[in-house]
């Protein structure tokens, strides 16, 4: 196993384990939110701090996605072109996936610099910088993952294509799913 293959799987299991982490915490917090609101005592703050919870989930669960290959695509519209033009397909696609997410992690530390000051209304010890953190952040995890992933792009590309995972998820194989005609 070569260092870049052994760095991709430390920053998928990175990304899998902070992945995790929100979703237990946010599956605690509407949790107490819900048994709080049940007992007659709401907590004021729970609405919040899940709203917040849910865009970490959206920016980090996006990266991990990334980092996987699965993100939106179209693979069974670019499969159907030759590799000579798939190649600079993907490569475009890839080269302006990673530009959205340059300009986002600046506009992001842009946001997160505005903000400093600002509290949460229900939490007023908590930094607005560190719930909006996640825009920067995210941007610039999705950009490694893409990164990382953009030699197997290279390679599907030349090859044989890319896999369709959603044809992949429901069992359906790339022949299967192609639409035949009766002459």
Known sequence: MNS???F??????FL?????????????????GFLSRLVGSPFSWYDEVASVGLAWLTYYGAALAAAKGAHIGCPTVVNYFPPSIRLPIALVAEAITIGFFVLLAYTGTQVVLILEGSTLISL??????????AIPIGAVLFIIAEL???????????????T???????GLSYDKASITTKQ
Do not use: C, R
């Not at 899998?16 to 107490?32: N, P, Q």
């Not at 369709?164 to 429901?170: G, K, S, V």
């Open 4 to 6: 870049l293959t052994i």
């Open 8 to 13: 991709k799987n430390a920053y998928f299991k």
């Open 16 to 32: 899998e384990v902070i992945v995790v982490a929100i979703m237990i915490a946010l599956a605690s917090v509407v949790t107490v």
């Open 124 to 133: 007023t010890s908590v930094s607005v910088q560190l719930t909006q953190s």
């Open 148 to 162: 990382l992933h953009l030699p197997e792009v290279i390679a599907s590309a030349k090859g044989e294509g890319f």
């Open 164 to 170: 369709d995972h959603e044809l992949e998820e429901a």
